[in-house]
């Protein structure tokens, strides 16, 4: 059989135009079945030579609780007509009831991606139907269930057909696994931390404890899920953020859990997304018709590129570090500052040598035309002199009028010492096998009765590994790295 199905086309594979014309509301016209009459319908409904039956299948996306019960279902439904083609393009299929002991749910069956009849050699006719959007909210809580169709030709009832159907239930089986997932049992003497970048959490992998760093798994149900955490944001703002969790829609292993964000606002004093709103939110999702127009990708490749170009120079604007635990996070304040030409002169010949090492591992094709500085941030901190911390735009010019804003120098320089502490060159997309480290710093901040300056950076590889690290300025390395 597997080798017929691959026979051309016009020899094995016949395809109809197939028009659903929608029948008379049934229910308005006091047809609505009685469940005797759902329960006692067949599995194959046969009327004038013609026989039909159902296959399909049913999962539960979601299951809300407000504003009103409700379960998220998408049920496919494929109708299969064995007959003469004159029979099969008559039947009409729009009404359908899941049953499930005494409880039934009645819905509306629409037209699903394919809209035609279909047949493999000399099989039954086939046409692919689907029921969406919310459900009665008992849908979220069985394993199975019978789906009943109601059958018409021309308009005219011919009968029911039914089928047992098993329900595949998402938020279930993430609720499971989260059960039996293991959470590292937190401290109550040592402080935990995470942080927001660009919408996405990251979990800083240790603690801290008694002056000191110590690496350590660390799960993000560590943290008390749905209550207030402390929080420190880039613009320097103390505040609360709240992290809640929905059950993953499509579960298919992994994290079973999406992560909603929110952030305290005191002027209004309610909760609202920690997520920044960018160009791409008033843009329809490319999965949604409206999102593969040509109008759309071209407004989507626009806002991309406005998006990179702002994140190169001026890097997340939603950065905020959060933590739980006993001690105490002080916000350490940059100040801006113009280097003098001596230093900056020492800074730009380090970073030629930095730029040079990293070249030498692209491929001649992957090599841009030339390369040039942009937006650079040049700080010192406020309880730390002579000490300054730089980080600069490193822009590829590629040539057709195309160029990549994503790289960047970090620099720590001692003006007492007249010497670089630490430097690196980073960009997300580099060779696989490179060693290149992106740094960015994004908020500066003590511990307690700890000395040392610390800082939130974004910290990642150069091939899609971003990341983020709690960073120690004066000895240049990370004391913590997020997961």
Known sequence: MAQRLIEPLHLSYLVVAY??????????????????????????LSVDGVRIRLRGEARVLSITESPTPAAELDLRLTVLITGPIEVATRIEVNRVWLRSADSIAAGQLEPGSHTQLTRIDQGPWMHTLRAGNKWPHWLGAVDSAEVVTMIMRDTTPLGYVRLPIQIINYPRMAEIARSESHSVKRDPNATYFGAIMGGALHVMQGIYRSLTFEARAVE????????????????????????DTIPVQNYYGGSPWDYVVSRYDAGSSRWVPAHDATCFDSLPSPSEPAGISTQSMEQRRDCSNRFLSQIGAEGYRDVTLFWIGPDSVRLIEPISVQLDSVVRAVLEQRGKQLWTAALKELSSADRPRSVRLGARRDERLSNAPGLVVSSWQVILEHGGG???????????????????????FGHPEWSPGSELLQVKPYVYFGMGRDSKIYCLTEYGGAWESSGMA???IVAGRPVLVSN
Request: hydrophobic letters at 35%.
């Open 19 to 44: 028009a659903l014309v929608a029948p008379p509301d049934l229910v308005g016209q006091g047809r609505q079945p009685t469940p005797g009459t759902l329960a006692a319908a067949p599995t194959e």
């Open 470 to 472: 709690l960073f120690d």
């Open 220 to 243: 993000l149900d560590g943290f008390p899920l749905g209550n207030p955490l402390s929080a420190l944001d880039r613009r320097g703002r103390s505040g609360q953020l709240r992290i």
């Open 402 to 424: 195309w160029s990549d804003p994503r790289g960047s120098l970090f620099f720590v320089y001692s003006e007492r010492e007249h010497r670089i502490l630490y430097a690196t």
